[in-house]
């Protein structure tokens, strides 16, 4: 039973630029969040993918964007990229949403440099 | 707002001795989860245990034990007779129960020496 999958692994980009991140959730879960975790610092929830539409939104302006496909699969997008864009980030799934919130498993991430 | 903290950033003990991680959260909400994950040097988070704000019964898992008290609003983790492969960061995070959004605190990071 494959778990959360993300790629790709590093990444490196320059200011400016855009960058997309996948991830597939692992066997069975419907529900995708994406985190950005800096170094030394906790993950901060970005936003939450169910259904194919956006749930829930963390603090984070516009440039952050994302999709979820029939497959439960996600993508992560981010435009204009900042040096403070610079980060680990992190794709939870889950079964379903509201009240429950079911235990969330963690892919492996991605590492994102902007340069 | 909520928040979640964990003022011990780092903690060092030697292996076979007690650990107590402590989280302290702040929310309005009279619904809300707690969770402690693990976060080895691999990266990947790994689900401890959840609580929900219903339920202030004590747990203990193995070596592992969570002490809920919404007196004071502490989720604290203690870790007994501690391993080397104990060894990593461990993050508390809150979810409300309307909101929906997930806060995790900064993380204490844990070394466990032989």
């Known amino acids: 039973d494959a778990g959360v999958t993300q790629s790709p692994t590093h990444l490196i980009k320059t200011r400016g630029q855009q960058v997309t991140l996948r991830c597939s959730p692992k066997?069975?879960?419907?529900?995708v969040s994406w985190y950005q975790q800096a170094l030394g610092q906790g993950p901060q929830f970005i936003f939450q993918?169910?259904?194919?539409?956006?749930?829930q939104r963390g603090n984070f302006p516009d440039r952050f964007s994302g999709h979820q496909f029939p497959n439960y699969s996600s993508e992560l997008n981010v435009n204009a990229l900042l040096l403070g864009d610079s980060a680990l980030y992190l794709c939870a799934s889950s079964l379903g949403t509201g009240v429950s919130y079911n235990e969330q498993f963690f892919g492996p991430g991605t590492r994102l440099t902007v340069l | 707002a909520q928040k979640v903290t964990q003022a011990q950033t780092e903690i060092s003990v030697v292996e076979k001795e007690d650990v107590t991680l402590d989280c302290v959260y702040e929310t309005r909400d009279t619904t809300y989860y707690l969770f402690w994950y693990k976060q080895p040097p691999s990266g990947e988070l790994v689900f401890l245990i959840r609580r929900n704000s219903f339920d202030e019964q004590n747990e203990i898992s193995g070596r592992y034990s969570w002490n809920f008290q919404k007196s004071t609003s502490s989720f604290n983790f203690t870790i007994t007779a501690s391993q080397v492969v104990d060894s990593a960061v461990y993050f508390c995070?809150?979810?409300?129960?309307?909101?929906?959004?997930?806060?995790f605190g900064d993380g204490t990071t844990l070394t466990v020496k032989p």
């Open positions: 993918y169910y259904e194919e539409e956006e749930r």
């Open positions: 995070a809150l979810i409300e129960g309307n909101a929906g959004k997930s806060t």
């Open positions: 066997s069975g879960h419907d529900t």
